[in-house]
């Protein structure tokens, strides 16, 4: 890629948008028919753009700023195997897990062959358990524990929220922070006769998952049970496991090309497809690999994650707005603000690029987000009201699951269209002032209580709007979600796929154990004093 086309492309957008920043959002909309224009349909969605400040000239300018970057050609390296997390030496083929015919090599090895395999290990174990045909000690599976951190529970978590009206599989809980409260709560009323635990952990080294994995351990054989009949792993580490006493048949491995945070969609997705069963599963996978196929084969113009990666460029760097509200209109998507903060914080927070060099523009945004309709009733005076402008990203299903309150849906569709519009267009501080002069306020008081009701409205949003939250709805949404933050990765120079920042945090905590049984004392003075603190307070010192 030549750096000076790409940074020509920068400075034009840079410009364009000083020309057209003061400009509201809404004027926008006398011409043509920019709803139609400015959004865009694939895989069942709709990706509506139009209230945001992108004009024609602003999304042409988009667009060639992801042709400067060469997205075709990073696309088709990540999809055919080429190794470019280069950090880690490794590929990024978490797209073969779910395009399950494909042909796809790395260093000139067949890869697909494995991959089939234990998918279809999966499934029969998935079949057995669901079934009943597989035991535990004390009888058919009733409930699963599934034990891990960071891609290895946020991914499996939150779908098996999403997708709980196709649950009809045992009862899945996840076990992730070190807090023993955690596992204390989730183990609380379970009969550890008829408990599956799996041990989700790529690495088998994650020092919160394998003491939680040695607690649940230690549980099951408190209860007089072998532990080894319950227990499962989920794992790249196959020695690991091994020395775990897992044993082979229910050890289900796959690739360093699988990214923790891109692996829901194989081995790591096990309590969900335990949850839903191998079908649905399997239309999960179905709804991402038509989004994978729609994201290689689309032009850039109506390529959904492109739209959605040049919509985010456009508010996090042009316009400069630090951080992004996911909110889904949804509550079974109430786990996926925290998701894709992973997905996005963990994959674009960095401050060098590729070679090595520091960034020239900020990183990927700061993500945050709740279900609506609650954060209505919390968070979102700021977004109206506030001094901050954070880019909205509203997501919505035509239908929910429950057909006897779908007079509530459509509380939930207007709530989400209203909340859009209000960001939109506001309230001016004449209609203000007419409606509290109606209440019968005047003079001094009614100016001081106008202003307090003035909404300053231009705020961008967007919308993804679906028919329901089914299994390939689900995939077709977190596949749009990985291919847009690889885009944005991409124009930014960054690698999406590793994540040394969450290193020395990790390395730190080890070092402390020590400190806190009062063995050694900590050089940095702030932390031994607050080591000093936390001793006393809990009668050690
Ligand atoms: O699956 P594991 O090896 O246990 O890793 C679990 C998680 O921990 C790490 O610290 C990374 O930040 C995550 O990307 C990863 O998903």
Redesign the pocket.
Known sequence: MSKKTLEAAWARLAAHHKSVAARPISTLFAHGDRPAEFSATACGFLFDYSKTNIDREGRELLLELAEAAQIGTARAAMFTGEKINRTEGRAVLHTALRALDAEVQVDGQDVMAAVRATHARMCTFAEAVRSGAFTVSGGAVRDVVNI?????DLGPAMACLALAPQADGPRCHFVSNVDGAHVHDVLAGLDPARTLVIV???????IE?MTNAGHVRDWLAAAGLDPAAHLVALSSATGKTAEWGIPPARVFGFEDWV???YSVWGPIGLSLMLAIGPARFNDFLAGAAAMDRHFREAPLQENLPVLLALVGIWHNQICGHATRAVLPYDQRLARLPAYLQ?LEM?SNGKRVAMDGQDLTRHSGPIVWGEPGTNGQHAFYQLLHQGTRIVPAEFLIAARGHEPDLDNQHRLLIANCLAQAQALLEGRSLETAREMMAARGFTGDDLEMQARHRVFPGNRPSTLLVYERLSPAALGGILALYEHRVFVEGVILGINSFD?WG?ELG?ELALALAPALEGEAVPAEPSTAALVAHLRALRGEA
């Open positions: 891990g951190i960071g891609g290895s989700a952990s790529k690495t088998f080294t994650t998952t990214g923790g945070r992973q963990e994540q969450v990790k």
